[in-house]
């Protein structure tokens, strides 16, 4: 049995707007972001896009901006920013639904972001990537309309465009995974610091489980494409097992609570670059 590890394109990425908010931000990549090579992290990146987002609604005003939980995201690298550089991030929204926002994002990395003077001859770093983020009510964490005046404030770089919040990725891996070759299953034990403030494990965290993949298949390099969609909250306690099935252009990844529910399915896959 073959998997097919092109991820889904539900969200393509549209481009900057050339009206409407786009919000900015530059940061370094410091110790805590990059790999052993150097590289900037799936998982900082993740923080990075959730950062800025959150910087923007409350730039914004709009009211209670922690109030949105991810439930898909697509991140497109053609070259990793490096140790050191600095990054420049833009962000704007791209779709709009009932209870739920797209937003793009852009990272862009500066070379020689170390500022010592000696360029070098390597490719800035390049990522894009989108989130769709339904927004929430704090008490019952369900999904609930977006705040008032939201269209208005972030709707003109959307330009109309209507979004759905529909899962594309197999919700669950095939039932005899034993058949399957190139397929792990493994524990991913959760410590206390991967719950954020809304009780729930972090986007990031999910994003570290991509990185130890990419460790193992460290052919898997950019150009790369990750598709991430959220299902189920994982419980503080739980148990978490994460199914990976290798393809040979990338893997698919599951991660799913010890009472069986999946939290989160992965798809990975690298581009040849043209």
């Known amino acids: 049995m073959s998997i097919a590890a092109s991820p889904a394109d539900p969200n393509p990425l549209v481009p900057r707007p050339?009206?409407?908010?786009?919000?900015?931000?530059?940061?370094?990549?410091?110790?805590?972001?990059a790999s052993a090579g150097g590289r900037l992290r799936f998982d900082a990146c993740a923080r990075y896009l959730q950062d800025i987002a959150n910087d923007d609604s409350r730039d914004a005003g709009t009211p209670n901006p922690t109030a949105w939980v991810a439930r898909r995201t697509t991140i497109t690298v053609d070259h990793f920013p490096k140790y050191l550089d600095i990054v420049s991030l833009a962000t704007w929204c791209s779709g709009i639904g009932p209870r739920w926002a797209e937003r793009r994002y852009s990272v862009i990395g500066e070379r020689d972001g170390d500022g010592s003077g000696d360029g070098d001859d390597r490719p800035a770093g390049v990522i894009e990537?989108?989130?769709?983020?339904v927004h929430v009510d704090m008490a019952t964490m369900k999904p609930v309309s977006l705040p008032p005046g939201f269209t208005e404030q972030f709707g003109g770089a959307a330009g109309?465009?209507?979004?759905?919040?529909?899962?594309?990725?197999?919700?669950?891996?095939?039932?005899?995974?034993?058949?399957?070759p190139g397929v792990d299953v493994s524990e991913w034990p959760l410590r206390f610091v991967d719950y954020d403030v809304l009780g729930h494990v972090n986007n990031s965290v999910y994003w570290a489980m991509v990185e130890e993949q990419l460790a193992r298949r460290?052919?898997?390099?950019?150009?790369?494409?990750v598709a991430l969609e959220h299902h189920e909250a994982i419980a503080p306690g739980a148990a978490v097992r994460v199914t990976v099935i290798d393809a040979a252009d990338g893997f698919d990844l599951w991660v799913a609570s010890d009472d069986g529910r999946v939290a989160a399915v992965v798809r990975a896959a690298h581009r040849p670059r043209t």
Not at 218 to 225: A, F, H, I, K, V
């Open 18 to 33: 050339e009206s409407g908010r786009v919000y900015t931000a530059c940061r370094r990549v410091r110790l805590a972001d």
């Open 129 to 133: 990537a989108v989130t769709l983020w």
């Open 160 to 180: 109309g465009r209507v979004v759905s919040a529909r899962h594309n990725l197999p919700t669950r891996p095939p039932k005899d995974v034993t058949d399957v």
């Open 218 to 225: 460290r052919e898997l390099r950019s150009p790369l494409t």
